[in-house]
C-alpha cells in the first residue's frame, strides 16, 4: 500500500490569502479532493489522507506529525499564493535544509506537471516552511498561482480548472511514486446473431430447431436466436458444430441418374443421400423392387 498525504492549507478561521472574492482555503481543498479522487481512481493499491476534509483549523505541526505516524510516503501541501497585484504565476517549495535526492524529484515531478497551467513559472524554490520541516517523507509545497493577481484569480475561479490542477497534482506524485495506472478493462463487445435478411433468419432458424430434433444442440440456444440474445461468437460454433454432425445433401455426379430414378420409383425418398443404409433400410429397398415376394 502506497501512502499519500495531501495537505490542503489553511481552513477553519484562518482563510489562508485572499483576493477578488476568493479564499484560499476553499480553493485548496477543492484542489486536494480532485487529487484524492484521481488517485483513488487511476491507481490501485494507493492510500490517501488527508490533513483535512472540511473547512476547519489544523495546526502546522498537526499536519507533519500526522502524516508522519500515519507513514506517508509522500507529503504535498497545497496552496495559492498572495502578493502585488502584478506578482503571478506557478511556484513550489521543498525544505532548504538536508533533503533526500527523492524529495528532488518529488519536486520535479510536480512542477512539470502544474507549472505549464501558468503563463509565469517562478521555478523550484527552496523554503524552511513548518511542513516541510517538521515531515519524515519526501514533502513539497505547491503555490498553484497568485490568489491577489486578476489573471490567475479569474482562471482559480473555475472549478474545471481546479479539477485540472487537482488531477496535475495525482500525476505528478504518480509520477514520482512511479505508479501504474489500472489496465483499462478490457470489455469484451457483445455482438448478437442478426441475420440480414427475412430469409436467413428463417433459414437459420430451421437448421436450429432440427439440429434440437437430432439432439445435436440443446433449446435454450432456439430461445437465445428468437429472442436476439443468442451472441454472435456461439452462432458461429452452433453453425460448426450442426454442420459436423450433418450428413451432406450434395448428390455425386456418377450418381445422379440412379439417385434420380430411385427416387422416381419411390424406392428412396430423396432424402439422406450419403447416410449409410441399415439393415432395416436395405430390408425396406428390397421390399421395395419386389425380391421378397
Ligand atoms: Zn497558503
Keep these: 500500500m502506497t501512502k499519500i498525504f495531501l495537505d490542503p492549507g489553511h481552513g477553519g478561521q484562518d482563510p489562508g490569502a485572499?483576493?477578488?472574492?476568493?479564499?484560499?482555503k476553499d480553493i485548496v481543498l477543492t484542489i486536494s479532493r480532485f487529487a484524492r479522487e484521481y488517485l483513488e481512481a487511476n491507481y490501485p493499491g494507493v492510500s490517501v489522507k488527508m490533513s483535512r476534509t472540511d473547512d476547519r483549523y489544523v495546526?502546522?505541526?498537526?499536519?507533519?506529525?500526522?502524516?508522519?505516524?500515519w507513514g506517508a510516503d509522500v507529503f504535498a501541501s497545497i496552496h495559492i499564493n498572495a502578493a502585488v497585484s502584478t506578482a503571478n504565476g506557478y511556484e513550489d517549495f521543498i525544505f532548504n535544509g538536508n533533503v533526500s535526492n527523492d524529495t528532488?524529484?518529488?519536486?520535479?515531478?510536480?512542477?512539470?506537471?502544474?507549472?505549464?497551467?501558468?503563463?509565469?513559472?517562478?521555478?523550484?524554490?527552496r523554503a524552511?516552511?513548518?511542513?516541510?520541516?517538521?515531515?519524515?517523507?519526501?514533502?513539497?509545497?505547491?503555490?498553484?498561482?497568485?490568489i491577489t493577481n486578476k489573471r490567475d484569480a479569474d482562471f482559480l475561479r473555475k472549478t474545471s480548472n481546479l479539477k485540472k490542477l487537482g488531477q496535475?497534482?495525482?500525476?505528478?506524485?504518480?509520477?514520482?511514486?512511479?505508479?501504474?495506472?489500472?489496465?483499462?478493462?478490457?470489455?469484451?463487445?457483445?455482438?448478437?446473431?442478426?441475420p440480414s435478411s427475412p430469409a436467413l433468419r428463417k433459414d437459420f432458424e430451421e437448421k436450429l430447431i432440427r439440429a434440437v430434433r437430432r439432439g445435436i444442440i440443446d433449446n435454450s440456444h432456439v430461445e437465445q436466436y428468437k429472442n436476439g440474445t443468442l451472441e454472435q461468437s456461439n452462432a458461429i460454433a452452433l453453425t460448426m458444430l450442426i454442420l459436423s454432425q450433418e450428413p451432406s445433401t450434395q448428390v455425386y455426379d456418377a450418381h445422379k441418374e440412379a439417385w434420380e430414378k430411385?427416387?422416381?420409383?419411390?424406392?428412396m425418398n430423396g432424402e439422406r443421400p450419403n447416410h449409410p443404409l441399415t439393415r432395416s433400410e436395405f430390408a425396406t429397398v428390397a421390399n421395395r423392387v419386389g425380391l421378397l415376394d
Excluded at 262 to 267: F, L, M, T
Aim: proline fraction near 3%.
Design 262 to 267: 430411385a427416387e422416381q420409383k419411390g424406392i
Design 18 to 24: 485572499t483576493g477578488h472574492g476568493l479564499r484560499e
Design 128 to 146: 524552511n516552511f513548518a511542513v516541510l520541516r517538521q515531515t519524515n517523507m519526501p514533502a513539497v509545497l505547491t503555490e498553484s498561482g497568485f
Design 168 to 194: 496535475a497534482h495525482a500525476k505528478g506524485i504518480a509520477d514520482f511514486l512511479g505508479l501504474d495506472k489500472k489496465a483499462s478493462v478490457n470489455k469484451k463487445e457483445v455482438k448478437y446473431m442478426d
Design 104 to 125: 528532488h524529484q518529488l519536486q520535479n515531478a510536480i512542477h512539470n506537471k502544474l507549472s505549464p497551467f501558468f503563463p509565469t513559472n517562478r521555478g523550484k524554490k
Design 59 to 69: 495546526s502546522l505541526s498537526q499536519r507533519a506529525s500526522d502524516a508522519n505516524r
